[in-house]
């Protein structure tokens, strides 16, 4: 069993800032890609970012410049630093990560987080 569980979302004006971390936890072997993905209310879940297990970090084009992907291996933790934070980035924040299990060192699987809500007010 693989558990993902994201925390530190919340409500902030536009212009502050959040951080939030996304923990895996169980029969890991090995963590790949982990990543962050929103979905507001009426639209689709989209991609945030992403970062590998080698530190590579992908963004989207919508947060570049704001928001910084990070990871402790260590820890199996990913994080999300959001900084001039806007209304529109207003959306349930999902985690993601590719996980190989004991046993299975060589078959990666997606899990996903429940989400965590980030409301930002004009």
């Known amino acids: 069993q693989v558990h993902v569980v994201e925390s530190g979302g919340g409500s902030v004006q536009a212009g502050g800032s959040l951080r939030l971390s996304c923990a895996a936890s169980g029969t890991i072997f090995s963590i790949n890609a982990m990543g962050w993905y929103r979905q507001a209310p009426g639209k689709q879940r989209e991609l945030v970012a992403t970062i590998t297990s080698g530190g590579s970090t992908n963004y989207a084009d919508f947060v570049k410049g704001r928001f910084t992907i990070s990871r402790d291996n260590a820890k199996n933790t990913v994080y999300l630093q959001m900084n001039s934070l806007k209304p529109e980035d207003t959306a349930v924040y999902y985690c993601?990560?590719?996980?190989?299990?004991?046993?299975?060192?060589?078959?990666?699987?997606?899990?996903w987080g429940q989400g965590t809500q980030v409301t930002v007010s004009s």
């Open positions: 993601n990560v590719e996980v190989s299990q004991l046993g299975h060192p060589g078959s990666f699987y997606s899990y």
